[in-house]
């Protein structure tokens, strides 16, 4: 790719590209976000419409019954149940997720029982402290990590970024014991994977 290096930072700002480490690293990140915005949408969805479902199990009219904490956008004038789902952000749904205590059924258990997390970071834990995580603790990080890609592909910032210890940006903290915390990340090189095997275990 020809690049005129002064029309360029016409174009996106040098603000902007402040943020990467050349004009090169902010074309592969948009060669990223390529791959993977309509992978991101498909997982948003399914998981949106099992946790839904779920939810429905147990009363249909749940979305007017939530806590104080959960905040259900009504900005639409169409007030019907599909509606209403379709307008919740991603982070509406982790917040019910866990308020109920019901990260599993986002996810179908055979997938979370073989689920590493080592396969896209090394350094990742199979285990905190003494005890390997249990499915309940993988589905949690997942969606958290989802909602790390998520929010960082569709507000166009560096998926490609390491923090000056090494570590990827694409990282949560996981506070599952107050004496302890742990981080868990995805590789740059290992999103798109990582997208894909979500979405391939739905079948």
Not at 112 to 125: E, I
Not at 149 to 158: D, K, S
Request: charged share 30%.
């Amino acid at each position: 790719m020809n690049i005129d290096e002064n029309k360029y930072i016409e174009l996106y700002s040098q603000a902007r590209l402040n943020g990467y480490s050349s004009i090169q690293e902010h074309e592969r990140n948009f060669q990223i976000l390529d791959k993977i915005a309509s992978k991101l949408s498909r997982i948003e969805i399914i998981i949106r419409n099992r946790i839904d479902r779920k939810m429905c199990e147990l009363n249909k009219n749940w979305l007017f019954h939530l806590p104080d904490d959960i905040y259900l956008d009504t900005s639409d004038e169409a007030k019907d149940h599909n509606t209403l789902i379709s307008k919740q952000t991603f982070n509406f749904w982790v917040k019910v997720v866990e308020h109920y205590k019901i990260h599993n059924c986002a996810f179908e258990e055979d997938f979370l029982d073989s689920f590493s997390f080592k396969k896209y970071y090394n350094k990742n834990k199979e285990r905190l402290n003494k005890y390997r995580l249990n499915n309940y603790q993988k589905a949690h990080i997942i969606l958290l990590l989802t909602k790390n890609i998520r929010n960082r592909a569709f507000h166009n910032e560096n998926l490609l970024k390491l923090r000056k210890s090494g570590i990827p940006r694409l990282s949560v903290r996981i506070d599952f014991n107050e004496s302890k915390f742990f981080y868990f990340s995805i590789e740059p090189n290992m999103i798109v994977k990582y997208l894909d095997d979500i979405l391939e275990s739905w079948g």
